[in-house]
């Protein structure tokens, strides 16, 4: 019964602290931060907030606004963790070359770091969906993002480079 107990106050706690985490980013417009935790979502509730947990902390350079950042990621449908997508990109953050949801939720990351970006569909690819080439989105899911933070670059130097594809590894695909 103690065992029960404790799973159902576990679960309990990680609701209310779900709920606090959507209510500040309500507040401060800004996605909801946990570091080296995990949420549990409720079965058959939408993503209301974009929630961005750290799985490791970086210790490079720090991905800001208008920098030429390079990732690694994995998409998921939250829903039923079907894998949609992998890639390795370059893209400026902050000027919509990615979805909403990734541009707020990469910025902030420093090289080295993964981060986990439960994004909601407002975020994402919202009522329309994306498909059916290269891969489908169903209209309204909420998505899941691992993303790797690789190199991060700046200034007017780094951005010639990048639009030439010099210094970018071969795989990886520049968002123009």
Known sequence: IMDK????????????????????????????TTKN???LLRAGK????????DSVEGTGDTAKFGAIVTV???GFLLEDGTLFDTSMISFKLGYGKVLEGCDKGIKGMRVGG???????????FGSAGFGPEPYSVPKNADL???????????????????N?????????????
């Open 164 to 176: 030439m594809g010099i210094g970018l590894n071969p795989k990886t695909v520049y968002l123009k």
């Open 144 to 162: 899941e993002f691992r993303v790797e933070l690789l190199s991060v670059a700046s200034g007017p130097m780094s951005e010639a480079a990048a």
């Open 72 to 74: 690694n990621y994995e």
């Open 5 to 32: 107990f404790l799973l159902l106050l576990l679960i309990v706690l990680a609701t209310v602290k779900e709920g606090a985490l959507a209510f500040l980013a309500s507040k401060s417009g800004g996605p909801c």
């Open 37 to 39: 935790s995990r949420l």
């Open 114 to 124: 993964k981060r986990v970006l439960k994004i909601p569909s407002k975020l994402g």
């Open 46 to 53: 939408n993503l209301e907030q974009l929630l961005v947990t």
